[in-house]
T-cell receptor
């Protein structure tokens, strides 16, 4: 069964460093998303991406964040200069045209020290 | 605007007894509603979904949920808990537009199953 895959599963980075989280969505899906879950808090929407551009973003998704689909398969989230409060589980998701649900990867746990 | 409230952060049941995980939602439009499950060190797996068809929705692993518009509820049930059901469960409401479907999550309910 096709699935969304994320790498790495766990990343530790120093405050101020740039980090790139990688995702391979399900191949025939058209919509791509990033969500995050800070420990003990709700899963929160960050951004959606469709037709090679950001289609919607939340207040959390400020200038420190960017997304890219550099080729036909990968979807990345870049955090330019990480802060301690960026420590969280980051989930990538994708959905096909017309679907009501999204399909999630297993997450990348980002720890900023 | 949309929101989801999961009424219990932790639920503990004995194996073989019924499970009830409660969820209330708020949405400005006809919602699509979901339950996702997260087992330790695993991703978010879709358990079931409601999309304005039958109000009683059956999902995987014997779970089902009933959409009650008058009560704005979408509670998750299972007649008999199994040890493998121990996980975190998320009630989710979806807003669909041209940008895709933005999901709003509840706070999660951790289900513990005692032998």
């Amino acid at each position: 069964e096709p699935e969304v895959t994320q790498t790495p599963s766990h990343q530790v980075t120093q405050m101020g460093q740039e980090v790139i989280l990688r995702c391979v969505p399900i191949s025939n899906h058209l919509y791509f998303y990033w969500y995050r879950q800070i420990l003990g808090q709700k899963v929160e929407f960050l951004v959606s991406f469709y037709n090679n551009e950001i289609s919607e973003k939340s207040e959390i998704f400020d200038d420190q964040f960017s997304v890219e689909r550099p080729d036909g398969s990968n979807f990345t989230l870049k955090i330019r200069s990480t802060k301690l409060e960026d420590s969280a589980m980051y989930f990538c998701a994708s959905s096909p045209q017309g679907a009501t649900e999204a399909f999630f990867g297993q997450g990348t746990r980002l720890t900023v020290v | 605007a949309q929101s989801v409230t999961q009424l219990d952060s932790h639920v503990s049941v004995s194996e073989g007894t019924p499970v009830l995980l409660r969820c209330n939602y708020s949405s400005s439009y006809s919602p699509s509603l979901f339950w996702y499950v997260q087992h330790p060190n695993k991703g978010l797996q879709l358990l079931l979904k409601y999309t304005s068809a039958a109000t009683l929705v059956k999902g995987i692993n014997g779970f089902e949920a009933e959409f009650k518009k008058s009560e704005t509820s979408f509670h998750l049930t299972k007649p008999s808990a199994h040890m493998s059901d121990a996980a975190e469960y998320f009630c989710v409401v979806s807003r669909i537009n041209n940008a895709g479907n933005m999901l709003t999550f509840g706070g999660g309910t951790r289900l513990m199953v005692k032998p």
